[in-house]
Nanobody, 114 residues
Framework: QVTVVESGGGMVQPGDSLRLSCAAH??????LYWYRHAPGKEREFLAV????????RHTGSVEVRFTISTDNAKNTVDLQMNSLKPEDSAMYYC?????????WGQGTQVTVSS
């Protein structure tokens, strides 16, 4: 049994910051991913943490503004989002991959609006 939980979303103004957290409960995951999905757009990959070798990567489209941090003991990965823009508004999802199975959280909404 694996449960993935995202938190930290909310409504902010342009230029503000948010820190999203993803936690995979039940088992340590092999890989944790962050995605976002905005209405009318395709799901967009944001970041990944390959826990087995400790590597992290985030997409270049937000590389300057978004960073990730990890906690091996807690099996969590945070997404620090700075200088938020209206186009960052989306549902942000975390996914945990354990062996061949993937587990998704229900998402946390981020709305950037003045």
């Amino acid at each position: 049994q694996v449960t993935v939980v995202e938190s930290g979303g909310g409504m902010v103004q342009p230029g503000d910051s948010l820190r999203l957290s993803c936690a995979a409960h039940g088992r340590a995951s092999t890989t944790l991913y962050w995605y976002r999905h905005a209405p009318g757009k395709e799901r967009e990959f944001l970041a990944v943490w390959v826990r087995s070798n400790g590597t992290t990567r985030h997409t270049g489209s937000v590389e300057v503004r978004f960073t990730i941090s990890t906690d091996n003991a807690k099996n969590t990965v945070d997404l620090q989002m700075n200088s938020l823009k209206p186009e960052d508004s989306a549902m942000y999802y975390c996914s945990a991959r354990i062996l061949e199975a993937s587990y998704w959280g229900q998402g946390t909404q981020v709305t950037v609006s003045s």
